[in-house]
C-alpha cells in the first residue's frame, strides 16, 4: 500500500509560480509512475503531467511550457514546477502513483494510489 501526501498549494497572483511537492512512503517508488492531476469544481479531474519511472515525461497541451513534472527516487517524491500561472489552473492537485507496462497513464483509472489533494488558487 501506498501512502502519497501533497504539499505546496497556496493562493497565488496570475503570472506567479508554485512547486507542488508530493512524498510517497509504504512502496517501492521507482517502480512506479507517476502524475499530477486536477480538478476544478463541476469538472471531471484531469491529468496535467506524469511521469515514468524512467524519467518520461508526459504534459496536457494546456500546460506544456509552463509546467514541469520531475521525480526524486531517491526522497520518494515527485513535483511539480508551476510557472505563469493562469486563473483557469485553479484546482485542487492532486498526486497519483500506478503501474504498467506502459511508461505512464493518461486516465485516473490507471492509477492506483491517490493523495488527499492541495488546493491552488489563482483569483482573476
Known amino acids: 500500500q501506498v501512502q502519497l501526501v501533497e504539499f505546496g498549494g497556496g493562493l497565488v497572483q496570475a503570472g506567479g509560480s508554485l512547486r507542488l511537492s508530493c512524498a510517497a512512503s509504504?512502496?517501492?517508488?521507482?517502480?512506479?509512475?507517476m502524475g499530477w492531476f486536477r480538478q476544478a469544481p463541476g469538472k471531471e479531474r484531469e491529468l496535467v503531467a506524469a511521469?515514468?519511472?524512467?524519467?518520461?515525461?508526459y504534459y496536457a497541451d494546456s500546460v506544456k511550457d509552463r509546467f514541469s513534472i520531475s521525480r526524486d527516487n531517491a526522497k520518494n517524491a515527485v513535483y511539480l514546477q508551476m510557472l505563469s500561472l493562469k486563473p483557469e489552473d485553479t484546482a485542487v492537485y492532486y498526486c497519483?502513483?500506478?503501474?504498467?507496462?506502459?511508461?505512464?497513464?493518461?486516465?485516473?483509472?490507471?492509477?492506483?494510489?491517490w493523495g488527499q489533494g492541495t488546493q491552488v488558487t489563482v483569483p482573476s
Open positions: 497519483a502513483a500506478g503501474w504498467a507496462t506502459r511508461p505512464y497513464g493518461t486516465k485516473p483509472s490507471d492509477y492506483y494510489y
Open positions: 509504504g512502496g517501492t517508488f521507482s517502480w512506479y509512475y
Open positions: 511521469i515514468s519511472s524512467g524519467g518520461s515525461t
